[in-house]
């Protein structure tokens, strides 16, 4: 998991330097792909930390997470009911 967060601020590092570069040399393609590449890096490491909170909170009281995860579905499945419905 740290690895994964690791892996994470490397790429949002190799991003924001390869933005950098395509701002100084004029070249708008290489700056959106540095930024692609720093959001991708960014969401690497959220997707790390919510899964070191998931973890943890499983680990801590699991019939809540079960009872949360139960209450997600009903909601979502009562919105694709509506949606299909309409």
């Known amino acids: 998991m740290e690895t994964t967060r690791t892996e994470g601020?490397?790429?949002e590092t190799a991003g924001n330097v390869k933005e950098t570069i395509g701002s100084l040399a004029g070249d708008a393609g290489m700056q959106l792909k540095g930024k692609a590449g720093e959001l991708r890096g960014k969401a690497q490491q959220i997707c790390a930390d919510t899964t070191h909170l998931a973890r943890?909170?499983?680990s801590s009281?699991?019939?809540a997470v079960l009872a949360g995860a139960a209450?997600?579905?009903?909601v979502l499945g009562a919105l694709w009911a509506s949606n299909r419905d309409g």
């Not at 209450?71 to 009903?74: I, N």
């Open 9 to 11: 601020l490397l790429g």
């Open 56 to 58: 943890d909170a499983m």
């Open 61 to 63: 009281s699991p019939l």
């Open 71 to 74: 209450a997600v579905g009903f």
